[in-house]
Nanobody, 124 residues
Framework: VQLQASGGGLVQAGGSLRLSCAAS????????MGWFRQAPGKEREFVAA????????TYADSVKGRFTISRDNAKNTGYLQMNSLKPEDTAVYYC??????????????????WGQGTLVTVSS
């Protein structure tokens, strides 16, 4: 499966953005989906994930209550809704997929497929 992330941009602190992850060459509903981010000079870190069944989601503590991961199977697209954005959310955001994944979804090594990244910049 190929993944294409989009929706990044420049937003003021307190604002919202919705990132999209369009899948092709595979059915996204058969994959767990995760979002990761990498700020300048830092390691890529886990943000959010949903199991392939869609029955369970998990979030990093830093985004819990502000970000929501979802998936539209009809559009073969996943989303990350980001609200109450903070300057520390500034990073390149990557979507990733793991075939029929349900465990270890906070770990980068779990995922076999990655999108190219989309830049989110939050100004103070």
């Amino acid at each position: 499966v190929q993944l294409q992330a989009s929706g990044g941009g420049l937003v003021q602190a307190g604002g919202s953005l919705r990132l999209s992850c369009a899948a092709s060459g595979g059915t996204l509903s058969s994959y767990a989906m995760g979002w990761f981010r990498q700020a300048p000079g830092k390691e890529r870190e886990f943000v959010a994930a949903v199991t392939w069944t869609g029955g369970s989601t998990t979030y990093a503590d830093s985004v819990k209550g502000r970000f929501t991961i979802s998936r539209d199977n009809a559009k073969n697209t996943g989303y990350l809704q980001m609200n109450s954005l903070k300057p520390e959310d500034t990073a390149v955001y990557y979507c990733a997929a793991d075939f029929r994944g349900g465990y270890g979804l906070t770990r980068r090594a779990t995922y076999d497929y990655w999108g190219q990244g989309t830049l989110v910049t939050v100004s103070s």
